[in-house]
């Protein structure tokens, strides 16, 4: 008899042994797969947040650029409007022989440029500051030109419906003109973001 089998004899194997090794190494493959699922999800579920977040920072950037556009489009509108008040409304009070107030138009362009001023700057900041200070600056933008609408525009058509014979005057009809687009390119701006604001009873009829 061989020692192998001698040892076979004395050392015998319990009954049913090697059907629970064969338990054990299911039981450690079951456990080996669970564990490559939970990584599996893990993975997953860091893929998920990646483009959670990178959706996230895509709207705020698509926001941001949205935001810095409607800056620009109010900064161009502030300098037409000064640039409107100097370069048309001026020549219109010579041309029709009426007095124009220096004084009056210089203090409303002043407030205006600083309006721009303000704008410039925010196009540098982000979140609810620059919300907030723009909509102040739309306000304050519209009152300036409810002002001028008031105290220059309106005084100079006023006297210009009594003369008699109507004066011939080119700057006349281009500050009506571009006045009125003006505030149809403001009431649009207004109507687009924060807050909607009737500029169209400053047109000029």
Not at 60 to 72: F, I
Not at 161 to 178: A, C, T, V
């Amino acid at each position: 008899m061989s020692e192998q089998d001698t040892e076979a004899k004395q050392n015998p194997e319990p009954e049913g042994s090697s059907d629970k090794t064969a338990d054990e190494e299911k039981e450690v493959d079951h456990l080996s797969d669970l564990s490559e699922l939970e990584k599996i999800k893990l993975e997953l579920q860091k893929e998920k947040e990646k483009a959670a977040k990178e959706l996230v920072e895509g709207e705020d950037e698509e926001e941001d650029l949205r935001e810095v556009d409607y800056l620009q489009k109010l900064i161009t509108l502030s300098v037409k409007f000064d640039h409107h008040v100097g370069m048309y409304l001026m020549p219109a009070y010579i041309d029709c022989g009426l007095k124009y107030d220096h004084k009056l138009a210089e203090s409303y362009t002043v407030q205006i440029t600083t309006i721009q001023s303000f704008l410039r700057l925010l196009e540098k900041v982000d979140g609810v500051t620059r919300e907030e200070v723009t909509k102040q600056c739309v306000l304050n933008l519209r009152n300036i030109i409810q002002l001028i609408f008031k105290n220059m525009v309106k005084p100079l058509y006023k006297e210009v419906g009594l003369m008699k014979k109507k004066p011939k005057s080119e700057s006349l009809g281009n500050f009506k003109q571009n006045w009125n687009e003006r505030l149809d390119e403001l009431q649009k701006t207004c109507d687009f973001e924060y807050q909607i604001l009737d500029v169209k009873a400053f047109l000029i009829k």
